[in-house]
């Protein structure tokens, strides 16, 4: 059942609430990582930097408040990062990017979810107030595979399905199946991330 997408209860263990904090610890390190990736770009291309980034620790005190009818949510991005990129005519631009990483572990019901309130977000312009930009790029990152991947992009695409959303915000998402070594250039400029639109990867920012 959990191959074909659908949710599934575990049963009580002793450990749980171990693996859980387990679980919370290997999803920090490996955002950290990616932040860290972010943060040495520079170093292999001196058009693209990391100009600043916050941490889900400092977003955790101002969550988001999505409602909808029958449901709500407090979206809470696992980071948030600003890119300062050079472009071919010589001027500067900033990119925002909300990063979402996962680790294969939230059910489909629970990521749908998180999706809904990012349609919510972007339909009410509520980035403006949260970060003060005036648009966002959604980055989703998954360390646990392709299969895991494919997921995520279908998962999204029937919550664009069920909700009616404008197909405007698609062009807002990304996925990607981070390598096990994450280096820079390839993580964020090389076209490995794939959008809701066809199946040929690109860059994510733009090169």
Same mark, same amino acid.
Request: aromatic share 14%; no cysteine; proline share 3%.
């Given at each position: 059942? #959990? =191959?074909?997408?659908?949710? /599934?209860? &575990?049963?009580? !263990?002793?450990?749980? @609430?171990?693996?859980?904090?387990?679980?919370?610890?290997?999803?920090?390190?490996?955002?950290?990582?990616?932040?860290?990736?972010?943060?040495?770009?520079?170093?292999?291309?001196?058009?693209?930097?990391?100009?600043?980034?916050?941490?889900?620790?400092?977003?955790?005190?101002?969550?988001?408040?999505?409602?909808?009818?029958?449901?709500?949510?407090?979206?809470?991005?696992?980071?948030?990062?600003?890119?300062?990129?050079?472009?071919?005519?010589?001027? #500067? =631009?900033?990119?925002?990017? /909300?990063? &979402?990483?996962? !680790?294969?572990?939230? @059910?489909?019901?629970?990521?749908?979810?998180?999706?809904?309130?990012?349609?919510?977000?972007?339909?009410?312009?509520?980035?403006?107030?949260?970060?003060?930009?005036?648009?966002?790029?959604?980055?989703?990152?998954?360390?646990?595979?392709?299969?895991?991947?494919?997921?995520?992009?279908?998962?999204?695409?029937?919550?664009?399905?069920?909700?009616?959303?404008?197909?405007?915000?698609?062009?807002?998402?990304?996925?990607?199946?981070?390598?096990?070594?994450?280096?820079?250039?390839?993580?964020?400029?090389?076209?490995?991330?794939?959008?809701?639109?066809?199946?040929?990867?690109?860059?994510?920012?733009?090169?």
């Amino acid at each position: 059942m #959990q =191959r074909a997408g659908l949710d /599934v209860n &575990e049963a009580f !263990r002793a450990a749980k @609430e171990v693996d859980k904090h387990a679980l919370f610890a290997k999803h920090t390190l490996e955002l950290n990582d990616i932040i860290i990736s972010a943060a040495l770009l520079k170093r292999s291309s001196q058009n693209f930097w990391l100009e600043s980034f916050v941490h889900e620790r400092e977003l955790k005190r101002k969550p988001y408040k999505a409602s909808w009818a029958g449901g709500s949510f407090s979206l809470i991005p696992d980071a948030f990062l600003v890119f300062r990129m050079i472009v071919p005519d010589g001027r #500067q =631009r900033r990119m925002a990017v /909300v990063l &979402e990483h996962d !680790r294969g572990s939230e @059910e489909q019901y629970y990521f749908r979810r998180r999706i809904r309130a990012y349609l919510i977000m972007l339909r009410n312009e509520g980035y403006k107030e949260l970060f003060g930009v005036g648009g966002i790029t959604i980055a989703f990152s998954t360390s646990a595979g392709l299969p895991r991947l494919a997921k995520m992009r279908e998962w999204t695409f029937k919550e664009f399905e069920a909700t009616g959303e404008s197909q405007l915000y698609k062009s807002s998402f990304y996925f990607t199946a981070l390598p096990e070594t994450l280096e820079p250039r390839q993580v964020w400029l090389h076209s490995s991330w794939y959008t809701l639109f066809d199946n040929q990867p690109v860059s994510l920012l733009g090169v």
